[in-house]
């Protein structure tokens, strides 16, 4: 006869209670001084057996460290095994304006008998001042400076302390390339900024450039607000300067024009062209004349001096442009009005009852 080879298995049911990390809620994370919140949190039964008299505790700071017991929230009925369910209570907000760290805590008087004592923690960090970009924007200006124009705000609920906006361009280091003060902020309240500084760029393409308020001055609810991240192009940019547009009598039949062209991006231009219109549509019908510009420096001003034929009853209109994409065409356009409005009209049928 063969061998026989009993095996016995055991296994030990055990009970357990988790409160997983990152699922404690407030359901108004910006309140009123004295408006009630409410916190709530989500108990799991990881362990085999059903439980009863399942309770968790709500407190106002680290229980460990002398935090204040809120409330204590209750489970109703039996928690089953594998299941989870979310219990609240409610939260005066207060007056003062620091950040709160809230705790939540299953079976705090530990009247559970466990298989793992330590997971039964959660905590969430809410209200104090939360600084953040609530808009942004990289403006060209001339030659090589560019512009942030953009809008801080406190979104939390206590008062920000006066602090600093950075800018970084990662192409030219890792220290700041431009700052500016940012003062102290009630909630709800807004600072505008519009800063100016040299990229020092002349490689053609978009540039990432960071923007971060209160890098380490004081503590808020939320950083991850406090960063915004914008593309800064550097490229072609030609422009027509209104200032410096002469024109002669344009009832004439040959019109002297005079214009000033400026290459005011950080980069080189080739086989540039001015076109001169006699109509706003700027087609080839209207074309009056061309002016090629085979090459223009960076910073480079030509000014431009042609005749036209005329008369120019309709006005003059020129544009300059490049074979590359021009990374700011609004100040590729200049135009003067002729004695005739020639605009296109559109005139809506009226309707009577």
Known sequence: MGLTDLNVLGYTFDRNLTLLSGEMRVDNAHPLPGETVILSATVHNTGDLPLENVTVSFYDGNPALGGALIAEAPVAGVLAAGYAVTVSTGFIAPVS???????????????????????????????????AFTSAELLSDWGNVVKLRARVSNLGTGVSLPTRLLVFQRAAGMDAVAEMAIPGLQPGESHTVSLPWDHGLQAAGLHPIEATVNLNDFDEVDRENNLTVLSMPVGVDLALSPFNLEIGDMSRSQTPVTITVVNAGPVAVTDAVVVLHNFFTRDAASMLVTYPLPSLARGEVVVVNTIVPGPLTCGLYATVAAPKEDIDEMNNYVSVAGAIDCSVRVFLPQVSR
């Open 97 to 131: 304006s620091g950040i709160r760290t809230f705790f939540a805590v299953a079976d705090a008087g530990n009247l559970i008998a466990e298989q793992d004592e330590g997971d039964n923690q959660d905590s969430l960090r809410a209200f104090g001042p939360d600084l």
